[in-house]
């Protein structure tokens, strides 16, 4: 623990710091969503979003009511609901294995969806009906998931370093997966696989979004709903079932609610790496560990980072677009490693 | 009352323990003693309801505990282990207050009242905002026992005639001698008509001058349960601890006082 975070945490006693961390960071989020809409070849300022989403017939022009309504709306909607979820299922997987550095990218959830929705792609193609995509991407990253649990459970215990391996040698099998599928596609599948790999929110129409929405939004809030039990499932599993928690069920539950919103949201976007690690990290410096507060936070921290990233995707290299899985990794990567410098000189000094 | 009948515990298919007749009820402090790998965390284990017996019959209050709703058993009974997973920075108040888990929705001014107070009895309040992970091995040690003891805090308001039982598993181990005879008196003060504690300990001596009741484990079998004047006998304590042990008298406060021969003196029979 930092000297910093010690001191951001010292002001509060036996209560919990719910004081102005969340209603900055909703207000936050909601200032965000107003402007980032705005943003894009065709510029709104927030009032003018403000009273195109307040009147959705009246307001604004014509071509105001379409780029908000058809175009950018729902690309909101799945930038906010994918934050939420990876920034959950990656403070929900890291209390699970009581170690900070899991990550839905990083134990093969993402990337094993990516593959069965890659799959779909070049090996069905547009003969697939709509519901296949999401269904396989959920399947993907559960199969992934689920083998690399075995693969780290040494009796009752998972053994974090071996769950680590285990998915990178699950990302790498995924990746010579997609790797193969790319060499067999044809250009159309080709670049709808490129897609897949890099990440965008591109995609998003309500068409498409609205099968996705009721997997997201229950994932979001049933994992919620398991921050009390996520912070005595961290004394261990036998403690936590002394504290009257149904740990096998709570396992169950984390790693298929996880899974399940990751999935739906991969589903949508492709890969869109390190969110799940990042946003958890930077509240815990805030907030301390403790998962009431840390889940709430996070599901706003992501759904913010993920708007914002979005934003810089549609207008770095416009009127082209940047895959935001570049951008989010550009940002993650440097951070997981400064972390990893930070835990090697905690564990040297 | 836990009652233990005629039990056998299996452990990965090979028998660890048996238990011919145990009970544990409030109002007693009861020592469990026995070598290393006798059982005696079996036995702990068995009556926390994390080993279920393949035979025979453990119960809380009549009813068997694989029965019992698993938030209503924590409000009855906490446990004490050895082992220390937690590596997130939570701070030691935190930390003790989710022993308050069974009992609360949402955190009440009782909860950290019942915090306040079991840090107190620790002698931990000192490290209330300090985080857990950067204390001491007794440190954690007695924060540990602060949660345990904040789980089954008496609340005479709402549950005035709820009875509650502490399972601890080696909760001196880290300790100095200072706060072993410290936390083992704040224990006992504690025992009564509403409370229960069972320790599983090493220091025979200690045992000796605090249990209302001893029971030696040995070689996976519950081999004497009983008062400690007629359970430590130098006969007994020699034939399972394969020493030559002496129990004698403390000169001026006259406790029991065990100690243990050389092992030169008398070679193991094995």
């Given at each position: 623990m930092s000297e910093l975070a010690l001191r951001m945490r010292q002001w509060r006693g036996l209560r919990l710091p719910r004081g102005w961390l969340m209603p900055a960071l909703a207000v936050a989020l909601l200032l965000s969503c107003l402007v980032a809409i705005g943003i894009g070849p065709v510029r709104l300022s927030p009032a003018e979003v403000w009273s195109v989403l307040l009147s959705p017939?009246?307001?604004?022009s014509v071509q105001d009511q379409a780029v908000v309504w058809q175009l950018r709306l729902p690309r909101l909607i799945l930038a906010v609901l994918t934050g939420s979820t990876l920034a959950l299922a990656g403070a929900s997987l890291q209390g699970l294995f009581r170690n900070p550095l899991a990550d839905p990218g990083l134990i093969g959830v993402s990337s094993g969806a990516a593959l069965a929705a890659g799959s779909v792609i070049v090996l069905v193609g547009v003969t697939a009906p709509v519901w296949l995509l999401p269904v396989a991407a959920f399947g993907g990253g559960l199969s992934a998931a689920i083998i690399v649990a075995r693969i780290a459970k040494v009796g009752s215990a998972t053994s974090v370093a071996t769950l680590l391996l285990a998915g990178v040698a699950m990302t790498a099998i995924a990746t010579a997966g997609l790797g193969l599928l790319s060499f067999l596609a044809d250009d159309f599948a080709l670049r709808s696989l490129t897609f897949w790999t890099l990440g965008s929110l591109g995609r998003a129409g309500w068409r498409e979004l609205v099968p996705a929405l009721p997997m997201l939004i229950l994932a979001v809030l049933v994992m919620l709903r398991m921050a009390r039990p996520l912070n005595a499932l961290l004394l261990g599993e036998a403690e936590a079932r002394h504290l009257g928690v149904n740990v096998e069920r709570l396992k169950k539950m984390l790693l298929i609610w996880s899974t399940l919103g990751v999935g739906a949201a991969v589903s949508l976007t492709g890969i869109i790496g390190f969110v799940g690690l990042l946003v958890p990290h930077l509240i815990r410096l805030i907030t301390g560990p403790d998962h009431r507060i840390v889940m709430q936070a996070s599901a706003c921290g992501g759904a913010l980072l993920m708007v914002w990233t979005d934003a810089m995707s549609r207008t770095l290299v416009a009127p082209a677009e940047l895959p935001i899985g570049i951008i989010t990794s550009l940002i993650g990567g440097p951070f997981f490693i400064w972390l990893l410098i930070r835990q090697r000189q905690r564990i040297v000094g | 009352m836990f009652v233990v009948e005629q039990a056998f515990i299996d452990r990965h298919g090979k028998r660890v323990l048996h238990v011919p007749d145990f009970v544990f009820n409030t109002g007693e402090l009861v020592a469990v003693i026995g070598p290393n790998g006798a059982g005696k965390s079996t036995l702990l284990q068995t009556l926390s309801g994390d080993l279920v017996p393949v035979q025979g019959r453990t119960a809380l209050n009549g009813r068997?505990?694989?029965?019992?709703n698993i938030n209503e058993l924590a409000q009855r009974r906490a446990v004490y282990t050895q082992s220390d997973y937690l590596t997130f920075p939570f701070t030691v108040g935190e930390v003790v207050m989710l022993g308050r888990m069974p009992h609360q929705h949402e955190t009440t001014q009782h909860d950290v009242e019942v915090v306040r107070a079991a840090l107190r009895v620790t002698d931990t309040t000192a490290f209330t905002e300090r985080c857990y992970t950067e204390l001491s091995g007794g440190e954690r040690a007695r924060v540990r026992l602060a949660r345990a003891l904040a789980q089954v805090w008496p609340n005479r308001r709402k549950q005035p005639h709820l009875q509650q039982y502490l399972l601890l598993d080696e909760p001196l181990a880290a300790l100095d001698l200072h706060y072993q005879v410290h936390m083992l008196e704040m224990l006992k003060a504690r025992v009564g008509p509403q409370l229960g504690v069972l320790i599983v300990m090493h220091d025979l001596g200690m045992a000796a001058r605090y249990a209302d009741r001893v029971a030696l484990v040995n070689e996976g079998r519950l081999v004497a349960d009983g008062p400690p004047d007629i359970v430590l006998t130098s006969e007994r304590l020699s034939q399972h601890y394969r020493l030559p042990m002496q129990v004698l008298r403390h000169p001026e406060l006259d406790y029991p006082l065990i100690a243990a021969g050389s092992a030169s003196q008398n070679p193991p029979a094995a």
């Open positions: 017939l009246s307001g604004g | 068997p505990l694989a029965e019992w």
